[in-house]
């Protein structure tokens, strides 16, 4: 990742209120881009995007509102986009799986119609490692496998990658005839913590509102099951290294893994036990009568191709990870600034990376 590259650069980033966005939103600011976002208001109280009360123009539409997107987009005169927003939550899928298919498949349609409108020169879309048809095998899943899904939100980012695809192949050069120059990118990532996340039904928000709380606890549905678990910056800069790569040259425009090493998988209750140990306090419980919806087992992915092809590596081990997430929100429950924490992980995480390099 070259920080040099994004100074004064035009970056629309959609779902900047979301956690994931609002991270990117950060990053991107404090490397000196114009930022623009676009996406609903923030959905939970608190919420990142709110306590970082960055100086960035945004734009509240939904995806589904093509001319709201359309408008946005051209008006930011973006020369990267980063398609972010999403209904990311695989159990409020069950609830709402019409709203779940729309937002993430044809708002994904909406946006990169929008660009065609534009001077964009790159866009990153990003949807999920759970696109692919999981077969609970053992072995990690490569770009190439078949694109499937069982729950409803699976399968909607199974189907957003085969929308991505047939935009690229149809609208965008150097696959269509005449197409618009912009190079269109896909990013499948796996499960994600970080400070200031409080989204419903999600590993970290749970033990950090549990054991937080006056309940002083935690309860697991699927203590069992295993997950690339990574830092919230690790996959963002795989997304700010493959945009560089669009960028300069041919060839990038293609999906994307970005995960942990194998070493650091982890099931949930592990995740759980290493953050419970992290804040001090707090404990974990099993619940066993839950609803039984369907969720995958075993899930990894297999990141070869973004590290041989953009030399992209996790920086963090698993301990880095959950010490990095329970201090974000040990501080921020003490008192301290969201946006100076968030600046601070930041500036540390890059000097690991220059370290590494």
């Given at each position: ?197 409080w989204a419903e039904d999600r590993l970290i928000p749970d033990i950090v509102r549990g054991c937080l709380g006056e309940a002083g606890e935690v309860t697991l549905r699927s203590p069992g099951s295993v997950r690339p678990w990574q830092f919230v910056l690790e996959p963002l800069r795989g997304y700010l290294m493959l945009a560089e790569a669009m960028w300069a040259a041919e060839g990038f425009d293609e999906g994307w893994n970005f995960g942990p090493e194998r070493r650091d998988e982890r099931e949930v209750a592990a995740v759980a036990d290493a953050v419970v140990a992290a804040l001090g306090q707090g404990r974990v419980v099993v619940d ?70």
């Amino acid at each position: 990742m070259n920080p040099d590259f994004w100074r004064g650069k035009r970056v629309l980033i959609t779902g900047h209120t979301g956690f994931k966005g609002a991270w990117l939103a950060a990053w991107l600011h404090q490397l000196g881009a114009a930022v623009t976002g676009l996406a609903l208001a923030p959905a939970t109280e608190p919420n990142l995007w709110a306590l970082l009360k960055l100086p960035i123009t945004s734009h509240y539409v939904d995806m589904n509102d093509a001319s709201g997107v359309s408008e946005a987009l051209g008006s930011s005169m973006c020369q990267i986009v980063f398609h972010l927003a999403a209904q990311s939550l695989v159990r409020h899928s069950y609830r709402d799986p019409a709203g779940t298919f729309a937002t993430n498949v044809v708002g994904t349609v909406n946006v990169l119609n929008a660009v065609r409108a534009t001077s964009a020169r790159v866009v990153v879309c990003a949807t999920s490692d759970k696109c692919y048809d999981n077969t609970e095998q053992i072995w990690a899943y490569r770009e190439g496998d078949p694109m499937g899904g069982w729950d409803p939100y699976s399968a909607s980012k199974g189907a957003a990658e085969i929308a991505i695809a047939s935009m690229r192949h149809s609208f965008f050069a150097p696959y269509a005839e005449v197409g618009h120059p912009a190079r269109i990118g896909a990013v499948r990532a796996g499960n994600v913590i970080g400070g200031g996340d409080w989204a419903e039904d999600r590993l970290i928000p749970d033990i950090v509102r549990g054991c937080l709380g006056e309940a002083g606890e935690v309860t697991l549905r699927s203590p069992g099951s295993v997950r690339p678990w990574q830092f919230v910056l690790e996959p963002l800069r795989g997304y700010l290294m493959l945009a560089e790569a669009m960028w300069a040259a041919e060839g990038f425009d293609e999906g994307w893994n970005f995960g942990p090493e194998r070493r650091d998988e982890r099931e949930v209750a592990a995740v759980a036990d290493a953050v419970v140990a992290a804040l001090g306090q707090g404990r974990v419980v099993v619940d066993k009568t839950g609803a039984d919806l369907h969720e995958a087992n075993v899930l990894r992915l297999d990141c070869t191709k973004a590290n041989t092809a953009l030399g992209w590596h996790p920086a963090l081990t698993f301990e880095d990870c959950t010490a990095m997430t329970a201090d974000w929100y040990g501080r921020w429950s003490r008192g301290e600034a969201a946006r100076d924490l968030c600046s601070e992980q930041i500036a540390t995480y890059q000097s690991m990376c220059e370290a590494a390099s």
